[in-house]
């Protein structure tokens, strides 16, 4: 059975970073692309960032770009996503999802970072930014 189990989330104040884990089980993460959405209230789930199998491409929204940083352990079977100089903005859940497709290059950045590519989704971890 497909498992994605996020953790890590929390309440942080602005200007402070936290690290998401996704860990997996049921299949080999290896063979998988890997990435994070999030969602608010109100808004559609939105692409973070992504890991291709394969190629190891990475890719990230331009709100988080060098500020986000995503990762991935196969021996452990988990994902990571580092995230530092948090903004009240990325106040949301935080969903971790594993697609079979690969990706490489500018070209691929908007599939990757699409829901739709994504067959297997966690049951996210709430990231509050505030003060």
């Known amino acids: 059975q497909v498992q994605l189990v996020e953790s890590g989330g929390g309440l942080v104040q602005p200007g402070g970073s936290l690290r998401l884990s996704c860990a997996t089980s049921?299949?080999?993460?290896?063979?998988?692309?890997i990435a994070w959405f999030r969602q608010s209230p109100g808004k559609e789930r939105e692409g973070v960032s992504c890991h291709s199998s394969g190629t190891g491409s990475t890719y990230y929204a331009d709100s988080v770009k060098g500020r986000f940083t995503i990762s991935r352990d196969n021996a452990k079977n988990t994902v990571y996503l580092q995230m530092n100089s948090l903004k009240p903005e990325d106040t949301a859940v935080y969903y971790c999802a594993a697609g079979v497709n690969e990706y490489s290059g500018y070209a691929d950045q908007r599939r990757a970072l699409h829901a739709l590519e994504y067959e297997h989704w966690g049951q996210g971890t709430q990231v509050t930014v505030s003060s």
């Open positions: 049921g299949f080999y993460l290896g063979y998988y692309s």
